[in-house]
């Protein structure tokens, strides 16, 4: 979702603004840094429109855990959860993610300025 924002706002990309050779972002929470992604946005007069966010995996199945997680990306970046949509889909068994080895994520973000 970072990225997705970043990329809209075409600020880079999250290991430019957070990279993984800093020990500062060392296992950090990836709800703060949407946090600071949301800071950055605004102090260069973005603001979030919506967000949709797909996980590409076979197990475990989120659909429990969607309405929190849309309330936690909603809060982070301080929009309605209205705005904010999460799905999950499988990939039917096939490569390594419908192996179980893995997963994916994709986000596209509409922003607007302010």
Known sequence: MADALLGAAALGDIGTHFPDTDPRFKGISSIILLRQVADLLAGHLFAVGNIDATVVLESPHIAPYVE???????????????????????????????????????????????
Do not use: C
Not at 93 to 112: E, K, N, P, R
């Open 68 to 114: 929190q997680m849309r309330q936690n990306i909603a809060e982070a970046l301080r929009v309605p959860i209205q705005q904010i949509s999460v799905k999950a889909t499988t990939h039917e068994t096939l490569g390594f993610i419908g192996a179980g080895d893995g997963a994916a994520a994709h986000a596209v973000a509409l922003i607007t300025t302010q």
